[in-house]
């Protein structure tokens, strides 16, 4: 988490780790070209209007946070890893619009390397997906949506802290791969937008911006 705070005695974040969401953002423009290339390397075969697809599995989240400082020690916020849910409805053939939900998301925040503080979230987010038709196993998508990240049970020695809940854009980029006419394994990136205002005992500190991705591996079926 990355908070760009006013100064007080307490609380001072610093500037994202760049490095970090660099390498996040290169891998999630590799898998949008992946798709691209599988997408235009065979021809047309439509997922149809009507279809629902009902998808579990794990996903990775990892913040873009780093190099911080609060109460003078610089801050980190780990990742997490927990089981993702999907659910979409094909509105016309090749478009979708999808649900993602998951049990809550827990990341420990350390202070000059000792663990100081916890906070759990949710990030339940509605897109619209395009499936590229292709005729192989192999099924390309992209997508955008709506993000509302709910934060609670926050938890430090230092005060009341308090996490604003957080809406905003979401983009992602997947591949299907079916295992059988019903079937399929998918791998996919998200990226989150969230930006939360913080507050410790009452006080405004800053903002965060935490713009997370998300990498998912899932098993989807198609009814």
């Not at 090749?94 to 420990?108: D, V, Y």
Request: glycine share 8%; proline share 5%.
């Amino acid at each position: 988490m990355q908070i760009r705070a006013r100064r007080t005695p307490l609380c001072d974040f610093g500037h994202i780790n760049r490095t970090k969401g660099n390498n996040m953002t290169k891998k999630l423009a590799a898998l949008t070209l992946s798709t691209a290339l599988v997408a235009m390397a065979a021809p047309a075969f439509a997922q149809s209007q009507g279809d629902w697809t009902v998808g579990v599995g794990l996903g990775y989240l990892d913040p873009k946070s780093d190099n911080g400082t609060i109460a003078g020690a610089p801050a980190t916020i780990d990742a997490d890893t927990r089981p993702i849910f999907t659910a979409e409805y094909f509105i016309r053939d090749n478009l979708g619009i999808e649900l993602l939900a998951a049990t809550p998301f827990k990341h420990t925040i350390a202070l000059g390397g000792v663990d100081a503080a916890t906070v759990k979230h949710l990030p339940p987010t509605l897109s619209v997906n395009y499936h590229f038709p292709t005729n192989s196993a192999w099924k390309p998508y992209v997508g955008a949506g709506l993000n509302y990240t709910i934060f609670f049970d926050e938890q430090t020695a230092l005060g009341d802290l308090k996490v604003d809940d957080s809406f905003g854009v979401s983009l992602q980029a997947g591949l299907d791969y079916m295992v059988s006419d019903n079937g399929a394994v998918r791998l996919n990136v998200r990226w989150f937008d969230i930006d939360s205002d913080v507050s410790l005992n009452g006080t405004n500190i800053g903002t965060a911006e935490i713009d997370p991705f998300l990498v998912g591996v899932s098993y989807v079926h198609k009814f």
